[in-house]
């Protein structure tokens, strides 16, 4: 018998014909991923390989320069999420308020900017514009293509989801026609040498901040999410599967009837302990900045919990200023508290 947290394989492909019964079975297996374990792989998406091997091309001819031809797209400042991270400069457990050492990934973002939506007011900062770089050929294709499927697969899982909650069709598109769509290229290289702190990781234990992510990646060993039992389960992509978690904004809608479920990436190795390299690309999903989160009224109950309401600007500077930022979030302790409130060096 399976085990009651195992990752679903969800096959999505009949939700485009909008046949009744075929959306129906999508929704209710759909819902019961999202009620037990807060991850699933989808398969049927229709995302075709050569747009895969455009963002692997893309990832590979970035991440492959030299470190200060790569340095040249850094942001001007942490506040603005484009551009290149470098390894060890940020802390994902930050946003949850709880130590770690540095994380060793180096990332690359591109997101929905101020110019793509005409006449809106939008926060230049929040929205901002992205950095391309010079000299890494077919890099902005790649990405700009993938970040493209990504979202069209994103707002399905928004529309499945609106049916799977019982909520009228299409619900989630009001809280999402201007998005803060992120999407992060991150590369785990395997340098020579490296010798790891205790507790390191190549990205800290942390729940997504959003409302949904659509994860593709390498089939090497190192994505982990946290069981209900405080163990952590090993997951890799299926052939073909993209993987679709929930985040923290979807959480506080359902009043927990979903899980945003806590994740990292162990420094990824070989059964002999030698570090492998590792790609993964992850597009976040996370509404429009000044719609209010507030929880939905089939999550209501009347003795339990419904968490405070939070634009989803306000949220995401909180996550931001921990992981970005470097400053241990105080306003995470219901997410920090499944892996005990402790440094992150005990739970490893």
């Known amino acids: ?143 700009g293509t993938w970040f493209e499927h990504a979202g069209a697969l ?30 992060r290229l991150n590369h785990y290289p395997a340098p020579d040498g490296l010798r790891l702190e205790p507790g390191q990781l190549g990205m800290g234990a942390h729940t997504d901040y959003g409302i949904v992510t659509v994860l593709w990646a390498d089939p090497v060993p190192g994505l982990e999410i946290l069981r209900p039992d405080g163990s952590w389960l090993p997951v890799a992509p299926a052939p073909g599967a993209l993987l679709i978690n929930l985040g923290d904004l979807t959480a506080r809608w359902t009043n927990d009837r979903w899980l945003s479920t806590m994740h990292r990436v162990v420094p990824p190795a070989d059964d002999d302990r030698n570090l492998l390299r590792r790609r993964s690309a992850a597009f976040f999903h996370d509404g429009n900045a000044d719609a209010l989160i507030s929880t939905l009224e089939p999550c209501r109950l009347p003795d339990g919990h419904v968490y405070e309401d939070v634009t989803v600007a306000e949220h995401l500077a909180q996550k931001l200023g921990g992981s970005r930022g470097l400053q241990l979030n105080a306003d995470a302790a219901r997410e920090a508290a499944r892996i005990g409130g402790r440094d992150v060096d005990s739970v490893v």
């Open 1 to 143: 018998m399976p085990s009651p947290f195992a990752v679903p394989t969800i096959d999505v492909a009949g939700w485009a014909t909008g046949d009744p019964d075929d959306r129906g079975r999508i929704a209710r297996a759909v819902d019961d991923a999202c009620r037990r374990v807060g991850f699933m792989q989808i398969v049927g998406h229709g995302i075709p390989d050569e747009v895969v091997d455009g963002l692997t091309t893309a990832i590979d001819g970035f991440f492959d320069l030299p470190m200060p031809v790569k340095q040249r797209s850094l942001p001007p400042s942490p506040a603005v999420n484009r551009g290149y991270t470098a390894p060890r400069s940020e802390r994902l457990s930050y946003s949850l308020g709880v130590d770690s050492p540095d994380d060793l990934f180096e990332a690359f973002n591109v997101g929905a900017s101020r110019s793509q939506f005409g006449a809106l007011d939008l926060d230049p900062v929040i929205y901002a514009e992205n950095i391309w770089p010079d000299d890494a050929p077919d890099f902005r294709t790649g990405v």
């Open 154 to 183: 994103a707002r399905t899982m928004t529309d499945i989801f609106a049916l799977a909650l019982g909520l009228p069709a299409g619900y989630f598109r009001a809280y999402t026609d201007h998005s803060i769509d992120v999407l």
